[in-house]
């Protein structure tokens, strides 16, 4: 079942929610978008379904596999069921847009919304990007044309009115890099400093908490509820769910753990079970990982999406199947300058090379760093006594584990400025 790339949301209204297995779990009622910066519209980050005994609540964007007319299909059958509260810097479509007085540019002609589309983008992500309007005339008996134009070229959608609040902050910090946005909550009290948080999507949020210290992460996480803080556990990637989750008692690990979905906090539960120290204990189980019969050309579009950081996007790592860790038997890797070297149609059974032992889960951390700086190497594979590849040490991970522990706290921004003039012109 496919999904068209533009979606008018009021017509999902009342469409049907199925899970994988086509049994039906509740009704849409609205979208959820979240407010950016000036000149952007807003991202779609989800849907509200209502559910039996009318009780509403989220789904992800990313959790929905597709959507037409007639069904939005589900990609897992484990759904959060806390109740919708909407946050300080999301938007209601339908609840807050249909029926609203607006003003077409250019001129200014007088309008009423009758219904917003969204649009995904090649990444993947949604934004409110049109919007049916109908003219106002003046005259009782005549209906006005209906316009269909970008968000761009309607006046009285949305805005951030509070220029010194959360809201305003939330848009100023919109671009900033997650280590510069970390930085700057840093600067925030304490009270301030959880709303802006609390106010991001699990996305964004998974990346700043990732460079905070982690006096600040245990912090921000206690402030959330359960169940969000299990929703941003579950996007953040497994080795740092696993630092972050080590700073916890073993009562409040378990908690979490088991309010995540299964597929997400078994590699989490297993990074938690190795020495701390070891490559087990650093490495990620997340690496791209695939077989001998695939392609150069698949490989490069895999090191090509975007989600990957540039350590773990210059390797692939060839096992026998399965390709999920702990793999079947490892055979190598090829780096990605060797990738640009061969033919698309190639093979990477052709191209592997497997020149340098892999590491074991118990390989302490300098024996890492000196065999990473021997071989000039940003990754390694990391196997198990049955030449399984169970995650890499990237070298990212080397850093951020053997700096000083407190080396995330409070320090000088790079290019962006300041912090304190970021969060000075915030409050205006």
């Given at each position: 079942m496919s999904t068209p790339t533009r979606i008018y949301i009021a017509r999902l209204a009342g469409v049907a929610v199925f899970d994988p297995n086509g049994d039906q779990v509740g009704r849409v009622r609205d979208a959820v978008a979240r407010l950016r910066a000036t000149g952007r519209p807003p991202e779609v980050v989800g849907l509200v379904a209502e559910m039996p005994m009318r009780r509403r609540i989220f789904l992800s964007i990313n959790r929905i596999t597709s959507i037409d007319a007639d069904a939005v299909v589900l990609g897992s059958g484990t759904l959060n069921l806390r109740r919708f509260e909407k946050r300080l810097n999301e938007l209601l479509v339908l609840q807050e847009l249909l029926d609203r007085r607006v003003q077409l540019e250019p001129g200014g002609q007088p309008g009423t919304v009758v219904d917003v589309a969204m649009e995904r983008a090649r990444g993947g992500e949604w934004s409110l990007t049109r919007v049916a309007v109908r003219e106002q005339t003046g005259r009782i008996t005549r209906r006005g044309h209906l316009h269909q134009v970008e968000w761009d070229r309607v006046r009285g959608l949305s805005g951030i009115a509070d220029n010194r609040g959360t809201a305003n902050l939330l848009a100023v910090l919109e671009d900033m890099r997650p280590a510069d946005l970390a930085n700057a909550l840093q600067d925030l009290p304490d009270t301030r400093r959880n709303e802006v948080a609390a106010a991001l999507n699990d996305e964004r949020l998974a990346d700043v908490l990732s460079e905070l210290p982690e006096h600040d992460q245990v912090e921000i996480l206690a402030a959330l509820d359960?169940?969000?803080?299990?929703?941003v556990l579950e996007?953040?990637?497994?080795?740092?769910?696993?630092?972050?989750?080590?700073?916890?008692?073993?009562?409040?690990?378990?908690?979490?753990?088991?309010?995540m979905e299964p597929d997400e906090a078994d590699p989490v539960r297993q990074l938690l079970n190795y020495t701390p120290g070891t490559a087990g204990s650093v490495m990620t189980s997340e690496p791209?990982?695939?077989?001998?019969?695939?392609?150069?050309?698949?490989?490069?579009?895999?090191?090509r999406e975007p989600q990957l950081?540039?350590?773990?996007?210059?390797?692939?790592?060839?096992?026998?199947?399965?390709?999920?860790t702990p793999t079947g038997r490892y055979l190598g890797m090829v780096h990605f300058q060797a990738l640009l070297r061969e033919s698309p149609a190639d093979l990477l059974g052709k191209v592997v090379v497997n020149d340098i032992d892999p590491l074991r889960p118990t390989t302490p951390l300098p024996e890492i760093t000196r065999r990473m700086a021997t071989y000039d190497l940003v990754a390694m594979p990391v196997i198990d006594r049955n030449n399984r590849l169970v995650g890499a040490v990237t070298v990212d991970d080397v850093l951020d584990h053997s700096l000083p522990r407190d080396w995330r706290d409070r320090g000088v921004l790079g290019a962006a400025g300041t912090t304190d003039a970021v969060l000075d012109g915030a409050d205006g």
């Open positions: 359960r169940e969000r803080a299990a929703d996007e953040m990637d497994p080795d740092d769910a696993a630092d972050l989750l080590n700073e916890l008692p073993p009562p409040e690990q378990d908690v979490l753990l088991d309010l791209v990982i695939l077989p001998p019969d695939a392609t150069v050309a698949e490989a490069l579009a895999r090191i950081s540039p350590a773990v996007a210059a390797q692939v790592f060839v096992t026998r199947a399965p390709q999920n």
